[in-house]
């Protein structure tokens, strides 16, 4: 093979999202937070409470307990505890992982074609834990799209334990992505890489990363502010 595209998939607003009515209880992922909170800091508190959109999980855990007044060097000694909670937390509550979420239109369909396709690889780029990620893909039933064995750069991967620019951090998690990707087939050359995010920062990261940044009108931002968060960025419905 001459070389494959690698196309990497942010998660929460591009493959998925919120059911928007008819469900009791919030989804497992975001209740994997408040559990982390209560086991580690015995609070009683919820990611709502910041402004989070495009941040990875250790810097949302950060921003909750930063913006509640807590010590940051407390914090930063507690965040590996807290990705251990929530990721037990998940792992106990596996079942629910696709709870109150749905895929997006045209997903499934998406990666069926991707997958047919000897040429391209693909795999995720979120802020998401890894084992949380691939806990909500298994769940909506669309794991097994993703190419083998599975890669990506997840929110576990790396913490640069600041909350002032998350666009950073997950620049940092797709380079991870493609390093993991050349190590498994070193004998096999990236030719091009795509990344496709609903949020200023997933198209920033795909930038800082050195992918080609393809910015999704499923969630709440609009192709302006993609557009200003990436001028090369490619907008799509």
């Not at 991707?114 to 998401?128: A, F, H, I, P, S």
């Amino acid at each position: 093979m001459a070389g494959i595209t690698l196309v990497t998939f942010d998660i929460d607003g591009t493959i998925c999202r919120m059911k928007r009515e008819g469900e009791a209880r919030p989804p497992l992922h975001l209740r994997s937070f408040s559990h982390a909170f209560s086991k580690c800091f015995s609070i009683d508190a919820s990611i709502d409470e910041v402004a989070h959109h495009g941040c990875t999980d250790p810097l949302i855990l950060m921003k909750v307990l930063l913006a509640r007044g807590y010590d940051k060097q407390l914090v930063i000694d507690k965040l590996p505890a807290m990705k251990e909670a929530m990721v037990e937390f998940a792992r106990e509550h596996e079942e629910e992982a696709a709870e109150g979420m749905e895929l997006l239109p045209g997903v499934r369909e998406l990666l069926e074609a991707l997958k047919g396709r000897e040429d391209v690889c693909v795999g995720l780029v979120t802020g998401n834990l890894e084992e949380i990620a691939w806990g909500k893909m298994r769940r909506l039933g669309v794991e097994h799209l993703f190419s083998q064995p599975h890669f990506g750069g997840f929110g576990s991967d790396f913490c640069s334990l600041s909350v002032e620019d998350p666009a950073f951090d997950r620049g940092e998690l797709v380079k991870i992505a493609c390093k993991r990707r050349r190590e498994m087939k070193p004998d096999v050359p990236i030719v091009r890489r795509f990344h496709i995010g609903d949020a200023p920062a997933d198209v920033r990261a795909a930038e800082l990363g050195g992918a080609e940044a393809i910015g999704v009108l499923t969630g709440t931002f609009g192709a302006e502010e993609l557009s200003q968060a990436a001028p090369s960025c490619k907008v799509r419905d």
